[in-house]
Structure formats: structure tokens, C-alpha cells
């Protein structure tokens, strides 16, 4: 009989295994530990996602049931002590550069000129254990590719930290369109997409100084102005301000009859499609929804900084694992019902185009001589 990978083994070779065993020999620290190598730590814990595990005891019951599935993945299961110290101690850049080897396996053309990039930030509670470091919960930083539905930045950090100081740790990249809110108000980090030759669209706020240098004719529904002005040109404390060039100003009425005010460093596109842009950044919002609904991020396996960020990288790869899968057959299930399929049929050995598409599993027939050997 023709040998069939499981479900969970078929979404993992999306991770050049090559690639993984040289990267973690790169970020190895210390020791290595036998009893869970660096793959089975990765398996266990995007594992743990997908089945929905809510504490590291359910994660290694399931482990236990499924030996043989799970020496073909390349790991031989873990007590939960093994698991929580690989947790707490373990660097979390290997976990990091997976999720970005994942991120730039997306075929396409969404980068340069025609990269449109979403940044925001999610508070996610972490409970009270974590008050020490986190404030009782932390923060999932990201810049979302909405053609694509993949991250293309990230990073966690407590909830202390603001979204601009993130922010600023971004690689930015040359040329592309970023849309964020008032929370990465920030003259600097404007100054800083701009002489990259980037776009941005975000918003302004009511007290900041502007000077008219021209109105623009209005000409698209919706649009209640349209102004080239220039910023403060200084900050408090007599400093200067970084970011000297022109700005438009676009005033824009919402359906509800509320009226924001946009801020561009566009000098020349229309401003109906500005107001397009910004409102496609509600899209990066329905991503953290999708994220908190269907991955465990309620229940943190550990307290440690380095558990909590090797948890929610975790839930980032198993998304991407799903999401890749779900490109690869675009006419097959769509992403939430892939998504709740996990848990029934992480480990089961059918082809997972198969499963996309609804295909029934194939009958197996036996063979006389095997009907022999099943009733010898």
C-alpha cells in the first residue's frame, strides 16, 4: 500500500528541513538537548495550535496517543516538563525565522511600488502572572500584506511598549504604501518612509499646526476637501522637525456622517483612492480577530517573556501554514473551515488536497491473498 503522510506532515514541508537543521545550529545555545531537539520543539508547539491544546499537560496527551504519526514527523514526543523548560529557555529567533521563511514563500508580485502594507498592534491578556514584566498582557506588533493576507513584520513585546517604538524597528521597505492610525503619530518615523520613497496614509490630529499652501479641486464623492499644507516646522523644546515636506490634507465623510481627516505624503493621487487605502486598514483588524478566535492564544503555557512570544510565533507559523495551504487550492475550503478541521484531522493520513476540496477518502480493496492473511 502507497505510503500517506499525515495532515500536519503535509502542511510542515512547507519548512525546507534543510534550511531549519542549519538556521538551528546557527541560534543554538548551550547544550543540545536530546530528549526535544529544536524540530520536535517547533512540531510540539505549532502542534499544540492546531489541536487545539489548552495547557501543556492536554498538549502532551495528545503527543502520547499518536507515536507512530509522530516518529514520522521526525519526533518522538515530550514530557510537559521538557517542553515547558525548552519553553522558558529556548532563544525565540528560531521560532522568528520560521514564521519569515513562511512569510516570503508567497508567490507574487506585492512588493515595491505595488506593496500596500497595514500596521497596527493587538493587546493580547496574558493574565495576572505576568504583571512583573507585562502588565498583565502583552503586544502583537505587525505589518499585514491585505492582498495576500500574510504578515510581512512582527514582533512582541509587553504592553508597556508604545506602537511607534515597535515601529521604528520595522524594515521598511523601499517604495512601498503603509496605512496606520493615529498611534504611529510620529514625525520621525514619517521623515523616515519618506525618504525611502514610500507612501503613507494615516490621520491627523486636531491639534496639530498645519499651514495652507494650496486647496485641490474636489472631484470625488465623499470628499469634503482637499489641501497641500505644510507641518510645524518646529517640535517642543525648539526642536526641529524631521519631516520638512508638503502634506495633504483630505477630509472624508464616513457612511455613518462621521468626518476624519486624512494626512498623505501623496502629493498626486486621487483622493477618493487615499480614502481607499486608509479604509482598506480594517483589514489588519479582522486579521487579529481571525488569529485570537481560531489559535489559543487565551491560554499561555508559561509566564516567562520567552514562553509567552514562543507561543504566539507559534500561532503565527500554524496561520501561515494553513494559509499557504489554502492558496495552494483556491477553490477548495476557505481559511476558518480549514481551520476548525485541525483538530479532527491534524494526524490523520489523508492527502490534504484531498480534504480542501471534499473529496471522500479512497476505499481500499484487499487483494485475495491478503483476505487470506487477515483470516489465517
Known amino acids: 500500500m502507497r505510503y500517506q503522510s499525515t495532515v500536519f ?59 507512530g504519526v509522530l516518529a514520522h514527523l521526525g519526533f518522538v ?23 519569515g521563511k513562511l ?30 514584566w507585562a502588565k498583565g498582557a502583552v503586544k502583537l506588533h505587525l505589518g499585514l500584506d491585505p ?28 517604495g512601498a504604501t503603509y496605512v496606520f492610525d493615529k498611534g504611529y503619530y510620529d514625525f520621525a518615523f514619517w521623515a523616515t518612509l519618506d525618504a525611502a520613497g514610500c507612501r503613507f496614509v494615516t490621520r491627523l490630529k486636531r491639534n496639530s499646526p498645519t499651514t495652507l499652501v494650496r486647496r485641490r479641486r474636489v472631484r470625488d464623492a465623499g470628499v469634503l476637501f482637499d489641501r497641500v499644507v505644510t507641518l ?38 486621487s483622493a477618493g483612492e487615499i480614502a481607499e487605502l486608509y479604509k482598506a486598514r480594517w483589514q489588519v483588524e479582522l486579521f487579529f480577530k ?29 496561520y501561515l501554514l494553513l494559509r499557504l495551504a489554502n492558496v495552494a487550492q483556491p477553490a477548495g475550503l476557505g481559511l476558518q473551515a480549514l481551520a476548525r478541521l485541525m483538530p479532527a484531522l491534524l494526524f490523520a493520513r489523508r492527502p490534504l488536497a484531498a480534504i480542501m476540496t ?8 484487499l487483494t485475495s491473498r491478503q483476505c487470506e492473511l487477515t483470516y489465517a
Not at 536530546?34 to 517547533?42: C, K, M, S, T, V
Open 232 to 269: 510645524s516646522q518646529r517640535l517642543g523644546g525648539q526642536r526641529r522637525n524631521p519631516f520638512q515636506g508638503e502634506v495633504r490634507l483630505i477630509g472624508v465623510q464616513l457612511n455613518a456622517g462621521r468626518e476624519i481627516t486624512l494626512l498623505t505624503n501623496d502629493l498626486t493621487t
Open 9 to 67: 506532515g503535509q502542511l510542515l514541508k512547507a519548512v525546507p528541513r534543510g534550511w531549519f537543521d542549519r538556521t538551528a545550529r546557527l541560534l543554538r545555545v548551550g547544550r543540545r538537548k536530546h530528549a526535544l531537539n529544536e524540530w520536535g520543539h517547533l512540531v510540539a508547539m505549532v502542534g499544540a495550535q492546531l489541536t487545539g491544546a489548552r495547557s501543556l499537560r492536554d498538549l502532551e496527551r495528545v503527543l502520547d496517543r499518536h507515536p
Open 358 to 365: 471534499g473529496q471522500p477518502p479512497p476505499i481500499q480493496t
Open 147 to 174: 492582498r495576500q493576507q500574510r504578515p510581512t513584520w512582527f514582533a512582541v513585546t509587553s504592553e508597556r511598549v508604545n506602537d511607534i517604538t515597535a515601529a521604528k524597528a520595522m524594515p521598511v521597505e523601499a
Open 103 to 132: 512569510c516570503s514563500a508567497f508567490a507574487g508580485r506585492s512588493v515595491g511600488a505595488q506593496a500596500l502594507r497595514l500596521i497596527d498592534a493587538t493587546r493580547i491578556y496574558a493574565g495576572k502572572r505576568v504583571e512583573a
Open 77 to 99: 514526543g515530550a514530557a510537559r516538563s521538557t517542553l515547558a523548560d525548552a519553553n522558558a529557555n529556548r532563544p525565540v529567533a528560531l521560532f522568528e525565522a520560521v514564521a
Open 290 to 318: 481571525w488569529i485570537k478566535q481560531n489559535l489559543k492564544l487565551a491560554h499561555f503555557f508559561g509566564t516567562s517573556r520567552n514562553a509567552l512570544t514562543i507561543q504566539i510565533m507559534a500561532a503565527l507559523i500554524a
